[in-house]
């Protein structure tokens, strides 16, 4: 019986608004991630053009049916009420659970701190997301989805350059928080020292 391989990382853990987001992907073991996504590496160590690209080729991949991903993101109310590691903790649950409800035959690998439900079998690798392809395309897809999202949010909130920063604490982003205050994208519990 072929073994399942998911690999989940996180994006946007530190942004001061914006959700943070979890990638999963899901491959069978042995399908050889570097040589379908000949670019792939830690998405903070790629060009945001690389990520892109490797996101696109995700798409087409899963349309093909040969990979196949799902990014859960939690929103800015959520982390302030619950706090960001419970949320990171149900997001990367969900994502899991959407792609293998059943987690016989599947082996889970998390970057950094993360934890898989205690059902599954699985390793957490620090520094995985530039160890573990199936961690690198989790964390591209991650990323992606939170920076594309970000964008479009900036077209409702203007006045705080979320397509430049994407959320992220920049001294132009602190700036644009003291001339308008927070909007519903913020994440209070994080701003307090600018507000």
């Known amino acids: 019986m072929s073994c399942l391989i998911l690999g989940v990382d ?16 899901l491959v069978e073991e042995g399908f050889d991630l570097l040589a379908t996504f000949p670019y792939l590496n830690d998405s903070k160590k790629l060009s945001e053009k690389k990520r892109e690209a490797i996101f696109e080729q995700l798409l087409v991949c899963e349309k093909e049916g040969s990979v196949s991903f799902c ?23 969900a994502g899991i659970r959407a792609l293998t409800p059943d987690p016989t035959g599947v082996k889970v690998y998390l970057d950094g701190l993360l934890h898989a ?9 620090v520094g995985g997301d530039a160890l573990i392809p199936a961690i690198m395309l989790a964390s591209i897809a991650a990323k992606v989805s939170r920076d594309r ?6 077209e409702e909130y203007p006045e705080y ?10 001294k ?3 700036a644009a928080i003291r001339t308008h205050g927070l909007s519903p994208l913020h994440r209070r519990s994080f701003c307090r020292a600018f507000a």
Do not use: C, W
């Open 71 to 93: 990014v859960k993101s939690v929103d800015a109310a959520t982390i302030d009420k619950a706090g960001i590691s419970p949320s990171v903790r149900s997001a990367v649950h």
């Open 149 to 154: 999202l970000m964008v479009r949010l900036a």
């Open 161 to 170: 350059g979320f397509e430049a920063h994407k959320g992220y604490g920049t």
């Open 10 to 25: 996180e994006a946007g853990r530190g942004p001061l608004a914006g959700p943070v987001a979890v990638g999963v992907v």
């Open 172 to 174: 132009a982003h602190q």
């Open 117 to 125: 439900p205690n059902e599954y079998e699985q390793e957490t690798v």
